[in-house]
């Protein structure tokens, strides 16, 4: 039980032959109410997919009342045909729940782009009564017919007082800023409007997804969907249930971050000292997005001339002969200048902490990366297929 | 004879240890006059290597007589004492020459950043007699002295009507915008001012180095100098100058992207129909910084998702259901759709040519890059070394 976990909702994942493999490959989310109240977020890439440009306007009209969610293929830039498949699925969802706007329906897809054929369409849309059939308060399949790449499901649940949150997040791949390749479906039987839902779930984001950058590509069909029930009849206090958005969201960014392909580290980029948080954040991603530091660290090289190189491309606030880089704890560079031997600091473990003091300011944060590893480079290649 | 191709230059390289080959690794310039004009472009990183610091101000304050150049070391985050020995460096090589002021020459460090210790720097400083004995105007080493990992010497010579243009350059990684990782030096006989040169050099760069975008990677050791001796005698037209002295940069880039470490591909992204050059250049750069476009190509998969992906994230104008692309002259994907069967496409070749069409404007722009590679990951981590 992840995303029903909360009262009020029902959800299922059932097999339709998307993937080669046999396994689920189409979910779907109902929110059975009482209350029916939500809010989004969406890639920020201006190349955006057909579900994209669907869920974008029908959110935008009123709450929505289910999500229905394909692995297999992005229906990305597959044209007016395209479109019709995912506008036919809202509908084909709706008819069977007994709503009579599709626009109520959200839909997300993931998979290769140009994915988006006849026999595409006909695998999503003549199976819909049966997923429809399989929706049960008690699911447990939804969370691994979102997946493709991933090796693992990606779940989380908080439980306060009198009501819950439950989430399920799809993504292992093209995870950067403005989202990443990732589905995410966050359920709540909490009582709250759809202004406080969508303020929670910006600043959730921001502090997560935004700040995870495996490996800086964007993706096209990005979506973040959190729907509330009201059915625990609790009306929490906002700023209680934005932590707890938060903490759950951040729960989800490092288990993206774990299964990050063909990754053999996770890298913690801390930026502390920067004059303000958007400049720790801008410092944090250029070294993220180093594929030499990347490279690096999947060596086990605490290269902290690449650090610094990185930071130097960056407009932030700082004197690169002030700057300390630490790895793992160990200061390898203070003030821009050799600091304690690199053979003291031991990058085999997995969990990776870089540290960096600009000595501008007083904010900070934390990026989350991966390192650059010939697994990644095979499993992106077309030796993987 | 590369840089001592036009007249009233000498040049020389030996080996001096600071390689662990025992291949040469000091490189020295000399401009004999009768004239003696320059100009030089930096690394735009703002984190920058002593000898960048030194050969800024120096070049401020009058033309170069000569530059000295050392791979096997960066001397970049090495304290005020790699700043001495950069300094110490050109005292010696003015007293060699007979030069009053030091300032009159400029140096570049290739290497490890890092890399600056009382070791490296009795290598440079104690052997600058000895390179001083072996300069010649028919010299062949000065060319594969400043080599790191780059596998092949890098010439051009341009022989016009009396005058001639001669260069030489290293680079093999972090070839990024900003210039590249890399050092070139520029020598001609034709008789021209500062003026004339530091205009020529800069759109000769804009327009060549700055388009190489290997993997994203800055350096803090970029240098390129141009020097004049006015030995033929000849003033050309300002613009034949500048006109050749293009052709020399973009054949220098092309052969540093040949060279590119572990690289499979190289691979030109044209992007056409774009509202300005800067548009079209900021089309490119997203495609050739893209780890997921870049290792596609790596199998030899014309992944045009990918490239559409990259192409949204920037803020050029366009309609991401207009654009057109096409592999090595194949067009996969029209309007933003599919187009010709990937199948029609062979990407076996080295040579890649991914063609872009925003249909926006009449602007057009060329980035080279190479693809991601199982090698390029291996020669940056630990296990190269």
Redesign the interface.
């Known amino acids: 039980m992840t995303v029903t976990a909360p009262r009020g909702f029902r959800s299922a994942g059932i097999a339709v032959g998307l993937k080669s493999t046999g396994k689920p490959d189409l979910a779907l989310v109902v929110n059975d109410g009482p209350v029916r109240a939500s809010a989004a977020v969406f890639t920020s890439?201006?190349?955006?997919a057909n579900p994209i440009i669907w869920s974008r306007t029908a959110i935008a009209g009123g709450p929505a009342r289910a999500v229905v969610l394909n692995s297999g293929g992005?229906n990305?830039?597959?044209?007016d045909f395209g479109y019709d498949t995912t506008r036919l699925t809202a509908e084909a969802v709706a008819h069977e729940i007994g709503e009579h706007e599709a626009e109520r329906i959200l839909v997300c897809s993931t998979g290769?782009?140009?994915t988006g054929d006849q026999a595409f369409r006909d695998k999503i849309v003549k199976n819909v009564p049966a997923l429809a059939a399989a929706l049960t308060d008690d699911d447990a399949t939804a969370a691994s017919a979102i997946l493709t790449t991933d090796s693992v499901e990606k779940t989380a649940v908080h439980r306060a007082d009198g009501w819950t949150i439950g989430a399920m997040a799809k993504g292992a791949?093209?995870l950067a800023p403005?989202l990443a390749t990732m589905l995410v479906v966050i359920t709540t039987d909490a009582r709250l409007d759809d202004g406080a839902l969508d303020r929670a779930l910006r600043d959730a984001t921001a502090a997560s997804f935004d700040r995870l950058d495996s490996?800086?590509?964007?993706?096209?069909n990005d979506q973040v969907t959190l729907l509330a029930s009201g059915a625990s009849g609790v009306s929490p206090d906002e700023a209680e249930f934005a932590s707890a958005l938060a903490a759950v969201c951040d729960s989800l960014a490092a288990q993206l971050q774990a299964d990050a392909e063909g990754s053999s580290h996770d890298i913690d980029i801390e930026v502390r000292g920067a004059v303000s948080v958007a400049e720790a954040i801008e410092v944090g991603r250029s070294v993220a997005?180093?594929?030499?530091f990347k490279?690096?660290i999947?060596?086990?090289?605490p290269?902290?001339?690449?650090v610094?190189?990185?930071?130097?491309?960056?407009r932030a606030t700082f004197d690169?002969?002030e700057v300390d880089v630490a790895f793992n704890g160990v200061r390898l560079?203070h003030?821009?200048?050799?600091d304690r031997p690199v053979e003291e600091c031991d990058l085999t473990p997995r969990r990776t902490h870089v540290e960096i003091d600009l000595f501008s300011g007083d904010h900070t944060a934390t990026i989350r990366t991966n390192d650059?590893?010939?697994e990644?480079?095979?499993e992106?290649?077309?030796?993987?297929?």
């Open positions: 890439n201006r190349a955006q992005a990305c830039f597959t044209g290769l782009i140009g791949g093209m403005g490996d800086g590509c964007m993706s096209t997005r180093n594929n030499l490279a690096a999947f060596g086990n090289d290269n902290w001339g690449r610094l190189a990185a930071i130097g491309t960056t690169p002969y560079c003030a821009g200048a050799p650059l590893t010939h990644y480079v095979h992106n290649s077309a030796y993987s297929s």
